[in-house]
């Protein structure tokens, strides 16, 4: 059961490194934080995945999922 839970979970990862951080991307450059807000709400909706934060280069946070202390991971800076 863990390794398929373990597998399950960097299926999700690849899938959200090669989909949404290609869409992150352009959104963030363009400076789109209304599609880029609901980009991150959509990510929320992976298992095992309970927040997302982005911090842009010109001070913007943006937010989506449970503030409780989330365990973090860094998949694209």
Same mark, same amino acid.
């Given at each position: 059961?863990?390794?398929?839970?373990?597998?399950?979970?960097? #299926? #999700?990862?690849?899938?959200?490194?090669?989909?949404?951080? #290609?869409?992150?991307?352009?959104?963030?450059?363009?400076?789109?934080?209304?599609?880029?807000?609901?980009?991150?709400?959509?990510?929320?909706? $992976?298992?095992?995945?309970?927040?997302?934060?982005?911090?842009?280069?010109?001070?913007? $946070?943006?937010?989506?999922?449970?503030?409780?202390?989330?365990?973090?991971?860094?998949?694209?800076?």
């Amino acid at each position: 059961m863990y390794k398929n839970e373990k597998q399950h979970l960097e #299926n #999700n990862l690849m899938l959200l490194e090669e989909v949404y951080v #290609n869409y992150l991307v352009p959104t963030l450059q363009n400076s789109d934080y209304k599609s880029l807000e609901k980009q991150i709400e959509g990510i929320v909706g $992976f298992p095992h995945i309970s927040r997302v934060e982005i911090t842009t280069e010109d001070g913007q $946070f943006l937010s989506a999922g449970s503030p409780e202390k989330p365990r973090t991971a860094t998949v694209c800076s």
